[in-house]
């Protein structure tokens, strides 16, 4: 006989399916429940019973508080979360090159602030003027056409959440001996946005496209001249030129007035400050995809043209630099992502990598985005090793770092996407080590 709703054991997920003390995700699925009736199990959350403290009025109570603002800042009680910034020496022969990180272990959800997105220009930050600001479409085209921003504002325009990450993000797992550091410190040249524009198919099928384009030439109008080839088949689907992030016009940092969005491809070819887009026969050969973002590999040979950033997940919560605090119960919480569409699994192991628990999904599990996952946890105060693993909707599993090092040797820059390990000491320290 089916039990009744109020028959139903509400705690019956609560009992470790992994070792050292990994729990069932429905008890995240179905929170609503478990939390419910949390009280009736002892030590397992740290909410206190509720004092005489909350009977005390608080000054903010008694007065009115501060007049609007023209926009909004953090809490003055809240730490600054800032970019983590990293600057080329003054000796480097490209003044301005280098790359700030986003701080993804102190940030929630799955979607980066505006001010906390990752940079990274190969000569600067250009102050461009949107009224002079032009973008030309020419080559393999029937009639080149010229936009500007008001044009280009009179087109349909669509809005989607995907994440852009540099292809040398986690580049440090390559090394012989790997850096070691926080989550925005290790991995932190990866957001993720909702970004608001023009599909760039509108625009290219206006020229009218000769039968002989297979590809297209993307170029920035920055002192590097950053330009990059891309085949016709991802500009004819779902490329973007991009005007707006999270709600707002493009900040400059990230390519203001417009840029090429290309969703789940290297982050070096959502080409900043788009002003050239030229149809081409095959592929340019640029200075950026030759001398750079090519893997060199243990042969000697080198791979081009591997566009898609692969599928990959790290633990955020807890992390280095998010310790713990003391032995009972914790939320492991992070993201995973895949270049080549929706993430379908993410496991979680305490035991580095030898029992394995299936992780919660949080809505929404959006394609070439990141995804927000977590899993319940009791942990006794001993010694673990944290590790997560995500699988795409292709069946791609996230390797290990010796499997990838074993197919690619140690002298590559990009594309690494290894499983990540923090090291849980007794005391409650998060540290980050390599398996």
């Not at 005489?52 to 508080?65: I, L, N, S, Y």
């Not at 910034?85 to 799955?110: D, F, K, M, Q």
């Not at 940092?253 to 982050?267: A, D, I, V």
């Not at 074993?406 to 990009?414: D, E, I, Q």
Request: glycine residues 10%; charged residues 20%.
């Amino acid at each position: 006989m089916a039990k009744t709703p109020n028959e139903v054991t509400p705690f019956a997920d609560a009992e470790p399916v992994a070792a050292n003390g990994l729990l069932h995700r429905r008890m995240f699925l179905s929170g609503g429940a478990f939390f419910a009736g949390a009280a009736s199990l002892s030590g397992l959350l740290s909410a206190q019973p509720a004092s005489a403290q909350m009977a005390t009025v608080p000054d903010w109570r008694k007065e009115p508080g501060k007049s609007f603002t023209p926009y909004g800042v953090p809490s003055k009680f809240e730490e600054p979360v800032q970019r983590l910034v990293t600057v080329r020496a003054n000796s480097y022969p490209s003044p301005g090159a280098g790359s700030s990180r986003t701080p993804l272990h102190l940030l929630e959800g799955i979607i980066t602030p505006s001010g906390l997105h990752f940079e990274r220009s190969h000569s600067g930050v250009p102050d461009i003027d949107p009224d002079r600001h032009r973008l030309l479409i020419h080559g393999l085209v029937r009639q080149p056409l010229v936009f500007d921003l008001e044009s280009l504002m009179r087109y349909p325009r669509v809005s989607a959440i995907h994440f852009i990450e540099c292809a040398g993000n986690s580049g440090g797992g390559w090394a012989v001996q790997p850096p070691v550091g926080f989550v925005g410190t290790m991995h932190g040249l990866l957001s993720c946005s909702e970004w608001t524009g023009v599909p760039l198919h509108y625009l290219l099928e206006e020229a009218g496209i000769d039968p002989k384009a297979k590809w297209i030439l993307a170029e920035g109008i920055d002192a590097s001249g950053m330009s990059r080839s891309v085949p016709i088949e991802k500009a004819l689907g779902d490329a973007m030129v991009a005007l707006f992030q999270n709600g707002e016009r493009i900040r400059p940092e990230q390519g203001y007035p417009m840029r090429l969005l290309l969703p789940g491809w290297e982050g070096n070819m959502n080409v900043k400050w788009l002003h050239r887009i030229k149809l081409t026969e095959g592929p340019t050969y640029t200075k950026d995809e030759t001398s750079k973002y090519t893997e060199l590999m243990p042969d000697g040979k080198s791979m081009q043209f591997t566009f898609p950033m692969e599928v990959k997940s790290v633990i955020t919560r807890p992390s280095e630099g998010v310790n713990m605090q003391g032995p009972g119960f914790y939320e492991i919480s992070g993201f995973a992502w895949s270049g080549n569409g929706k993430i379908k699994r993410v496991d979680i192991s305490a035991d580095g990598g030898a029992s394995w628990a299936e992780a919660a999904l949080q809505e929404p599990i959006a394609s070439r985005a990141l995804t927000r996952f977590r899993l319940p946890w009791q942990w006794d105060g001993k010694e673990v090793i944290l590790q997560s693993r995500a699988t795409d909707e292709t069946g791609a599993v996230q390797p290990t770092r010796a499997e990838l090092i074993g197919t690619k040797g140690v002298k590559n820059a990009y594309h690494y996407n290894g499983i990540t390990t923090w090291e849980i000491r007794q005391s409650g320290l998060v540290k980050n080590v390599w398996a």
